[in-house]
């Protein structure tokens, strides 16, 4: 009993310490597009959790101008390395190029069920499309994302740049990609979503 109860001190004490692997796959926004890359928000929320404690190593997957067909290559790529957490965000450029609602949504929930098979917690980090979009185009964008992560049962932040988008003073000059406190505001947002998901 003694070597048993021993045994299981020294798996949880493991646990505790055992780095974890967070994956954010995604687009410019992950990137940093216009930024070095240690400004970008995944490098950010990475320092934040260290600076909490916690044994983590966060890998920026943001490539400029992902769409989320590309999505599911790029997980089995990832995934040749461990990985605890998936932060799925992608799915703006899709919008951007107006491409069809039902094609991105079924694209997102191919990348959410590969992870989940891989023994992979998935958390969806959603976008909202500019109101010039058209009011049709944007609630169904909007309501997709909504879906599936009701659908596949994922924790899910409904706007990754709530409180970003449309503030000049958080973007960089095109109006589009955050600047270095555009990102600070988004990492602190991201690191609470952790928190409270994992």
Same mark, same amino acid.
């Not at 109101?131 to 049709?136: E, K, R, S, V």
């Not at 973007?171 to 947002?189: C, F, S, Y």
């Given at each position: 009993?003694k070597?048993? *109860?021993?045994? &299981?001190?020294?798996?949880?004490?493991f646990?505790?310490y055992? /780095?974890m692997?967070i @994956?954010? &796959?995604?687009?410019? @926004?992950? /990137?940093?597009?216009? @930024?070095? /890359?240690?400004?970008? *928000?995944?490098r950010?929320v990475e320092?934040?959790?260290?600076e909490?404690?916690?044994?983590?190593?966060?890998?920026?997957?943001?490539?400029?101008?992902?769409?989320?067909a590309?999505?599911i290559?790029? &997980?089995?790529?990832h995934?040749?390395?461990?990985v605890?957490? $998936?932060?799925?965000?992608l799915?703006?450029n899709d919008?951007?190029?107006? +491409?069809?609602?039902p094609?991105?949504?079924?694209? $997102?929930?191919?990348?959410? %069920?590969? #992870?989940k098979?891989? %023994?992979?917690?998935v =958390?969806?980090?959603?976008?909202? =499309? !500019? !109101?010039n979009y058209?009011?049709?185009?944007?609630?169904q *964008?909007?309501?997709?994302?909504k879906?599936v #992560?009701?659908e596949?049962?994922?924790?899910? +932040?409904?706007f990754?740049l709530?409180?970003? #988008?449309?503030n000049?003073?958080l973007?960089?000059?095109?109006?589009?990609?955050?600047?270095?406190k555009?990102?600070?505001?988004?990492? /602190?947002?991201?690191?609470? *979503?952790?928190?409270?998901?994992?």
């Amino acid at each position: 009993m003694k070597k048993l *109860f021993l045994c &299981l001190s020294i798996l949880i004490s493991f646990n505790l310490y055992a /780095e974890m692997s967070i @994956l954010i &796959l995604g687009d410019s @926004l992950a /990137e940093g597009y216009g @930024l070095d /890359e240690s400004m970008a *928000f995944p490098r950010v929320v990475e320092k934040k959790l260290i600076e909490k404690k916690k044994n983590v190593k966060v890998i920026n997957g943001g490539v400029s101008g992902a769409t989320s067909a590309s999505g599911i290559q790029r &997980l089995k790529w990832h995934l040749k390395k461990p990985v605890d957490v $998936l932060l799925l965000e992608l799915g703006a450029n899709d919008g951007l190029r107006g +491409l069809s609602v039902p094609d991105t949504k079924k694209n $997102l929930k191919e990348i959410i %069920k590969f #992870a989940k098979e891989k %023994k992979v917690k998935v =958390m969806l980090l959603g976008i909202l =499309m !500019p !109101p010039n979009y058209g009011a049709d185009y944007t609630g169904q *964008f909007e309501k997709m994302y909504k879906d599936v #992560a009701k659908e596949e049962k994922v924790p899910f +932040l409904p706007f990754l740049l709530d409180g970003v #988008a449309g503030n000049a003073k958080l973007n960089l000059p095109d109006g589009i990609h955050p600047n270095q406190k555009g990102h600070e505001v988004i990492a /602190e947002k991201v690191v609470n *979503f952790l928190e409270k998901n994992i």
